[in-house]
């Protein structure tokens, strides 16, 4: 390629200025996207043999172009095939640098924002996506045409292309984003409930150290009390009141099923009243059985079960339980300067262990866990390394930052040394001097233009000769091109097929993963199976020895009541015998008086025909059987004169069953009698009266 030496006045030295038409001619037909615009139009002159060449102007935009252009494919680079995509609109951005004074103010041209636009919305953009992928691929194809095709007609609205993409790109992004957060708060909820399920473990697995347990106690604390740990740890957090409660709760319930020993009261009446509240509150915390009625019951009923031997003074069989595997927390270590300086949102190119490259925007920094959550594109979550993992990394390069964010503008800036607002306005008024006098060289070189097509002409007569022996080597070069780009044509064949057989890998790796978790799934589904049928036998088993115990409660119960029964008949039997008696010795009493006659009827009433009982109940007139309510107590009492025990002077009541009520001496007696707090509800004739009466019918 041959050499430009610029004249500052005028084109390069030694040619003939080239017309702007067929500058942007040269750049139309341009077809090696490696070479810079410059480079692009000076390789086409050459191998035609024009000898006109850009002006000063020219030359130095179509370097500024290429350089910034330079800058950004190596400062923002983009995986193939959207690399080469946009590397078309090298020619279109050279083209309009040529005609649009616009175009020099970095960010302020409609092709500026939407490179970077175009650039923002690949930068995580592989071709491992899939679907999302190849949606990006085919907008940013059809962006490219539409731009390109400026370049035939010229009129075509780069503004409202610009706003469509970035529009697209808001989109995309909001979507992507949307997917992040929910991976980042399905992160935080399985941190969430594993920190639940350590602290609810520790605390667990703290009682049980302290006070031994029975096994049934134990499996229970262990098993649904733990599950409901873990739910008001969720529910209400480490620190709030309810945890607080729950934790006293089981103290209060393993502290309860301590022996009470023989000597000291204080402690059983604390258990006592530790047991009375204890169900309520076991009741309220069982969170994990709150819509399985029969189970709170179940585990309730446990409890009081092992109360109810202890206030019996009965023995438990106290011992330590295994405690519940508790996953250790990780010891947060100091982040290293190198990840302090990484914030989320940033994009990385992070190499693998089998040496495939990835695109990974950081998520989430999970410091508690020391590690580190990246996302791709889509906002699937792809890796999660941990600090050390990241760090070593870095160390070996094979993590590289990939900027992002006003890219082309920023490589259009740097290109001129613009790195500072300051440099910007300085280069806006060199621009501005640039222009006019690009105005004016143009309106010269019109003119000269004229003058020059003359002699055009005759040099294109005098060079036809050159021009046939450069045809016949263009043909030949042309040749070798075609060659080449069959070569390079079975080259991206055998890549094309080696992605497929890569591709065919990975898909059956993902079929052989998920038949693996499948089975698991199966595996667990099955443990859990096992689990639940274990627990519904212990439940039956524990229903049974309940039911048992209450049988034979209430067998023991049925013949304390048969035995109450059967006393109470027996004493009621032996006194309508007594009865039976009396009446039949009075009868025989009446008889003998009967047989001897009036002379001799006065004298017995002092003699054996009254007993003792009936002498002394005959001074205060009453009789034996007589009823008596007596109001002297706190509560009415109804006896029947059942004695009058002579030897100490005292009467004695009993009930309807014959069990003594009271027994109050004569002078007591009659001083209720007297205080009107004493009622004689039944009398009936003394024996005295009973033996007058009989003589008198004698006597009759």
């Given at each position: 390629?041959r050499?430009?030496?610029?004249?500052?006045?005028?084109?390069?030295?030694?040619?003939?200025a080239?017309?702007l038409?067929?500058?942007?001619?040269?750049l139309?037909?341009?077809?090696?996207?490696s070479l810079?615009?410059?480079?692009s139009?000076?390789?086409?002159?050459?191998?035609?043999?024009?000898?006109a060449?850009?002006?000063?102007?020219?030359?130095?935009?179509?370097h500024?172009?290429?350089?910034?252009f330079r800058?950004w494919e190596?400062?923002?680079?983009?995986?193939?095939?959207?690399?080469?995509?946009?590397r078309?609109?090298?020619?279109?951005?050279?083209?309009?640098a040529?005609t649009?004074?616009?175009?020099?103010?970095?960010?302020?041209h409609?092709?500026?924002q939407?490179?970077?636009?175009?650039?923002?919305?690949?930068?995580?953009?592989?071709?491992?996506l899939?679907?999302?992928?190849?949606?990006?691929e085919?907008?940013?194809?059809?962006?490219?045409?539409?731009a390109?095709?400026w370049?035939q007609?010229?009129?075509?609205?780069?503004?409202?292309?610009?706003?469509q993409?970035?529009t697209?790109t808001e989109?995309?992004?909001a979507?992507a984003?949307r997917?992040?957060q929910?991976?980042?708060?399905?992160?935080?909820?399985?941190?969430?409930?594993?920190?639940?399920k350590r602290?609810?473990?520790?605390m667990i697995?703290?009682?049980?150290h302290?006070?031994?347990?029975?096994?049934?106690?134990?499996?229970?604390l262990?098993?649904?009390?733990?599950e409901?740990?873990?739910l008001?740890?969720?529910k209400y957090?480490?620190d709030?009141?309810?945890?607080?409660?729950?934790?006293?709760?089981?103290?209060?319930?393993?502290?309860?099923?301590q022996?009470?020993?023989?000597?000291?009261?204080?402690?059983?009446?604390?258990?006592?009243?530790?047991?009375?509240?204890?169900?309520?509150?076991l009741k309220?915390w069982l969170?994990?059985?709150?819509?399985?009625s029969?189970g709170?019951n179940?585990?309730?009923g446990?409890?009081?079960?092992?109360?109810l031997r202890?206030?019996?003074?009965?023995?438990?069989?106290l011992?330590?339980?295994?405690?519940?595997?508790?996953?250790?927390?990780?010891?947060?270590?100091?982040?290293?300067e190198?990840?302090?300086?990484i914030?989320?949102?940033?994009?990385?190119?992070v190499?693998?262990?089998d040496?495939?490259?990835?695109r990974?925007r950081l998520?989430l920094?999970?410091e508690?866990e020391?590690r580190?959550?990246?996302?791709?594109?889509?906002?699937?979550?792809?890796?999660q390394p941990?600090?050390?993992?990241?760090?070593?990394l870095l160390?070996k390069?094979g993590?590289?930052?990939?900027?992002?964010?006003?890219?082309?503008?920023r490589?259009?800036a740097?290109?001129?040394?613009i790195?500072?607002?300051?440099d910007?306005?300085?280069?806006l008024?060199?621009?501005?001097?640039r222009?006019?006098?690009?105005?004016?060289?143009?309106?010269?070189?019109?003119l000269?233009?004229e003058?020059?097509?003359?002699?055009?002409l005759?040099r294109?007569r005098?060079?036809?000769?050159?021009?046939?022996?450069?045809?016949?080597?263009?043909?030949r070069l042309e040749q070798?091109?075609?060659?080449?780009?069959?070569?390079?044509q079975?080259?991206?064949?055998?890549?094309?097929?080696?992605q497929?057989?890569?591709?065919?890998?990975?898909?059956?790796?993902?079929?052989?993963e998920?038949?693996?978790?499948?089975?698991?799934r199966?595996?667990?589904?099955?443990?859990?199976?096992?689990?639940?049928?274990?627990?519904?036998?212990?439940r039956?088993?524990?229903?049974?020895?309940?039911?048992?115990?209450?049988?034979?409660e209430?067998?023991?119960?049925?013949r304390e009541?048969?035995q109450?029964?059967?006393?109470?008949?027996?004493?009621?039997?032996?006194?309508?015998q007594?009865?039976?008696?009396?009446?039949?010795?009075?009868a025989?009493?009446a008889q003998q008086?009967?047989?001897?006659?009036?002379?001799?009827?006065a004298?017995?009433?002092?003699?054996?025909?009254?007993?003792?009982?009936?002498?002394?109940a005959?001074?205060?007139?009453?009789?034996?059987g007589?009823w008596?309510?007596?109001?002297?107590?706190?509560?009415?009492?109804?006896?029947k004169?059942a004695?009058y025990?002579?030897?100490n002077?005292?009467?004695?009541?009993?009930n309807?069953?014959g069990i003594?009520?009271?027994q109050?001496?004569k002078q007591?007696?009659?001083q209720?009698?007297?205080d009107?707090?004493v009622?004689?509800?039944?009398?009936?004739?003394?024996?005295r009266?009973?033996?007058?009466?009989?003589?008198?019918q004698?006597?009759?």
């Amino acid at each position: 390629m041959r050499e430009v030496f610029a004249d500052p006045d005028g084109a390069a030295s030694g040619a003939q200025a080239m017309a702007l038409d067929e500058l942007l001619g040269y750049l139309r037909n341009t077809e090696d996207l490696s070479l810079s615009p410059l480079q692009s139009v000076l390789a086409q002159t050459e191998s035609i043999g024009d000898p006109a060449l850009p002006t000063h102007e020219q030359i130095a935009t179509l370097h500024w172009v290429g350089t910034a252009f330079r800058d950004w494919e190596d400062q923002f680079p983009l995986e193939e095939p959207l690399a080469s995509q946009l590397r078309r609109l090298k020619p279109l951005a050279a083209a309009l640098a040529l005609t649009d004074a616009d175009f020099f103010v970095p960010g302020g041209h409609p092709l500026h924002q939407l490179l970077d636009n175009l650039q923002l919305a690949a930068v995580g953009w592989q071709a491992r996506l899939g679907r999302a992928g190849h949606l990006l691929e085919k907008q940013v194809a059809t962006t490219v045409d539409s731009a390109l095709t400026w370049l035939q007609a010229g009129d075509t609205d780069l503004a409202q292309l610009c706003q469509q993409v970035a529009t697209s790109t808001e989109r995309d992004k909001a979507r992507a984003d949307r997917m992040v957060q929910r991976m980042i708060e399905t992160e935080l909820g399985r941190m969430k409930t594993a920190a639940a399920k350590r602290h609810a473990a520790e605390m667990i697995n703290a009682a049980l150290h302290h006070h031994p347990a029975p096994p049934k106690i134990a499996e229970f604390l262990q098993g649904a009390w733990y599950e409901s740990a873990q739910l008001v740890l969720l529910k209400y957090g480490q620190d709030s009141e309810e945890w607080k409660q729950m934790s006293a709760t089981t103290a209060n319930l393993l502290d309860s099923l301590q022996p009470a020993g023989e000597d000291d009261p204080a402690r059983r009446q604390h258990i006592f009243e530790v047991v009375t509240k204890l169900p309520k509150d076991l009741k309220r915390w069982l969170l994990s059985l709150q819509h399985d009625s029969d189970g709170v019951n179940d585990a309730i009923g446990l409890v009081e079960f092992v109360h109810l031997r202890i206030l019996r003074k009965q023995p438990l069989e106290l011992g330590h339980t295994l405690p519940i595997p508790v996953a250790q927390a990780r010891t947060v270590a100091r982040t290293a300067e190198v990840l302090a300086s990484i914030s989320e949102g940033q994009w990385f190119s992070v190499r693998l262990a089998d040496g495939d490259t990835v695109r990974a925007r950081l998520a989430l920094r999970l410091e508690d866990e020391q590690r580190l959550l990246f996302a791709n594109q889509a906002g699937v979550k792809i890796l999660q390394p941990s600090f050390a993992e990241f760090e070593t990394l870095l160390e070996k390069g094979g993590v590289v930052e990939l900027d992002s964010g006003a890219s082309f503008s920023r490589s259009l800036a740097r290109a001129v040394g613009i790195s500072t607002t300051e440099d910007l306005e300085s280069f806006l008024d060199t621009l501005d001097d640039r222009v006019k006098r690009a105005t004016e060289e143009q309106e010269r070189l019109r003119l000269e233009q004229e003058r020059l097509e003359q002699e055009r002409l005759e040099r294109e007569r005098l060079e036809q000769e050159r021009l046939k022996q450069e045809r016949l080597e263009q043909a030949r070069l042309e040749q070798e091109r075609l060659e080449q780009e069959r070569l390079e044509q079975e080259r991206l064949k055998q890549e094309r097929l080696e992605q497929e057989r890569l591709e065919q890998a990975r898909l059956k790796q993902e079929r052989l993963e998920r038949e693996r978790l499948e089975q698991a799934r199966l595996e667990q589904a099955r443990l859990e199976q096992e689990r639940l049928e274990q627990e519904r036998r212990e439940r039956e088993r524990l229903e049974r020895e309940r039911l048992e115990q209450a049988h034979l409660e209430q067998e023991r119960l049925e013949r304390e009541r048969l035995q109450r029964r059967r006393d109470d008949m027996q004493r009621l039997h032996e006194q309508q015998q007594e009865e039976e008696r009396r009446r039949e010795q009075l009868a025989e009493l009446a008889q003998q008086q009967k047989r001897r006659g009036p002379q001799q009827g006065a004298a017995p009433l002092a003699g054996a025909g009254n007993t003792p009982g009936d002498l002394g109940a005959a001074e205060l007139d009453l009789s034996m059987g007589a009823w008596l309510g007596f109001h002297d107590g706190s509560t009415p009492l109804l006896a029947k004169l059942a004695v009058y025990d002579l030897e100490n002077d005292s009467y004695i009541f009993v009930n309807r069953l014959g069990i003594k009520m009271r027994q109050l001496g004569k002078q007591a007696l009659l001083q209720l009698m007297a205080d009107g707090l004493v009622d004689i509800l039944e009398t009936r004739p003394s024996f005295r009266e009973e033996v007058s009466r009989l003589k008198n019918q004698d006597e009759v």
